[in-house]
Nanobody
Framework: VQLQASGGGLVQPGGSLRLSCATS????????MGWYRQAPGKQREMVAV???????YYADSVKDRFIISRVNAENTLYLQMNNLKPDDTAVYYC????????WGQGTQVTVSS
């Protein structure tokens, strides 16, 4: 399983970013995929999940601001993040839902003025 998250950066509050997660080595279209984040000094938390059968769910803190999507033909997972807040600052990771290893380096998102 290979997971490569990208697209992070420094953005001002209220700004937007789009994260991408390129995957390989498994049947992406059959897997529930998630975005997770870990802020300094905090535990990793779920941000959004896209299930293989189409269901989507979000953490309450990002509902109505973030949109998770996937392109199965490209084995790629996306996270559109709008109206970013300083509390969204974290390293963002993608992974197969329920998988507890192989997190990769993630991509840093910093929201600051």
């Amino acid at each position: 399983v290979q997971l490569q998250a990208s697209g992070g950066g420094l953005v001002q509050p209220g700004g937007s970013l789009r994260l991408s997660c390129a995957t390989s080595g498994f049947s992406f279209h059959l897997k529930n995929m998630g975005w997770y984040r870990q802020a300094p000094g905090k535990q990793r938390e779920m941000v959004a999940v896209s299930q293989a059968r189409g269901n989507i769910y979000y953490a309450d803190s990002v509902k109505d601001r973030f949109i998770i999507s996937r392109v199965n033909a490209e084995n790629t997972l996306y996270l559109q993040m709008n109206n970013l807040k300083p509390d969204d600052t974290a390293v963002y990771y993608c992974n197969v839902e329920g998988r507890t290893e192989g997190w990769g380096q993630g991509t840093q998102v910093t929201v600051s003025s």
